[in-house]
């Protein structure tokens, strides 16, 4: 199972939100300085999130994205904002290793059949669901649709893995959703990242005994909850 520090980008600062609430925030300092110290502590994968990509269509943060693509020696993937071919080769630019699909993997399916033709390995896509059903637009709105239904969606379009995020545990260190995380995984043969309320120790043993692909580690790696080594060893 691969553990994915997660670094947060809103305004230029490392941040984390609570419930996907910009206005509800904790800054943590520079982003760069987050993505060096997770890689000095054995990340192998970095996850990077563009907030005010994901909010406002900005790109207000590439240069900061792109010094972090180039000063670590590990392998990054990032989100927000990312809505056409363009995108995705502008942040591919960026040296990024693969990017994420959030809303668009929603609104156009053609689209990520596209990027998943024209990108293979390089695009994942994000599910993000508040109480079962996708959320868009940065977790501002909330579709009808299930997050299984379109885990199956991004599976026939030719993706490979997701990123699950419960939104509802998002930032809240309330433990991880890991038995929807499994049956995602099982019933799509899609490799799943859990996201989300991953408050522990015990959260990772879990997901690693369900044979989770990936887990992104969020809030708890911030507040010195989880030590990013001990993490590892487990």
Same mark, same amino acid.
């Given at each position: 199972?691969?553990?994915?520090?997660?670094?947060?980008?809103?305004?230029?600062?490392?941040?984390?939100?609570?419930?996907?609430?910009?206005?509800?925030?904790?800054?943590?300092?520079?982003?760069?300085?987050?993505?060096?110290?997770?890689?000095?502590?054995?990340?192998?994968?970095?996850?990077?999130?563009?907030?005010?990509?994901?909010?406002?269509?900005?790109?207000?943060?590439?240069?900061?994205?792109?010094?972090?693509?180039?000063?670590?020696?590990?392998?990054?993937?990032?989100? /927000? *904002? @990312?809505?056409?071919?363009? !995108?995705?080769?502008?942040?591919?630019?960026?040296?990024?290793?693969?990017? =994420? %699909? #959030?809303?668009?993997?929603?609104?156009?399916?053609?689209?990520?059949?596209?990027?998943?033709?024209?990108?293979?390995?390089?695009?994942?896509?994000?599910?993000?669901?508040?109480?079962?059903?996708?959320?868009?637009?940065?977790?501002?709105?909330?579709?009808?649709?299930?997050?299984?239904?379109?885990?199956?969606?991004?599976?026939?379009?030719?993706?490979?893995?997701?990123?699950?995020?419960?939104?509802?545990?998002?930032?809240?260190?309330?433990?991880?959703?890991?038995?929807?995380?499994?049956?995602?995984?099982?019933?799509?043969?899609?490799?799943?990242?859990?996201? /989300? *309320? @991953?408050?522990?120790?015990? !959260?990772?043993?879990?997901?690693?005994?369900?044979?989770?692909?990936?887990? =992104? %580690? #969020?809030?708890?790696?911030?507040?010195?909850?989880?030590?990013?080594?001990?993490?590892?060893?487990?």
């Amino acid at each position: 199972m691969i553990l994915f520090p997660a670094v947060d980008i809103l305004d230029g600062e490392a941040v984390r939100l609570l419930y996907g609430d910009r206005e509800k925030k904790t800054v943590y300092g520079k982003p760069l300085e987050m993505a060096l110290k997770w890689q000095s502590e054995g990340a192998e994968f970095l996850h990077l999130v563009d907030l005010n990509g994901a909010f406002d269509y900005s790109k207000a943060n590439f240069g900061i994205l792109k010094e972090i693509a180039a000063s670590v020696k590990i392998k990054t993937q990032m989100g /927000g *904002g @990312v809505r056409t071919i363009k !995108d995705v080769e502008d942040r591919l630019n960026l040296g990024i290793t693969r990017v =994420i %699909l #959030g809303t668009a993997a929603y609104e156009n399916p053609a689209f990520v059949k596209e990027c998943a033709k024209e990108f293979p390995g390089r695009v994942v896509c994000g599910i993000d669901c508040k109480d079962g059903f996708v959320a868009v637009k940065g977790w501002v709105e909330k579709t009808k649709k299930t997050g299984l239904d379109l885990a199956k969606e991004i599976k026939d379009a030719g993706i490979d893995t997701v990123i699950y995020t419960d939104i509802s545990r998002d930032g809240a260190m309330t433990g991880v959703n890991a038995e929807g995380c499994k049956r995602l995984q099982d019933e799509t043969g899609l490799n799943v990242v859990a996201s /989300g *309320g @991953v408050n522990g120790y015990d !959260d990772i043993k879990t997901l690693k005994a369900a044979e989770l692909y990936g887990a =992104i %580690l #969020g809030r708890a790696l911030y507040n010195g909850t989880i030590n990013l080594q001990d993490a590892l060893k487990i």
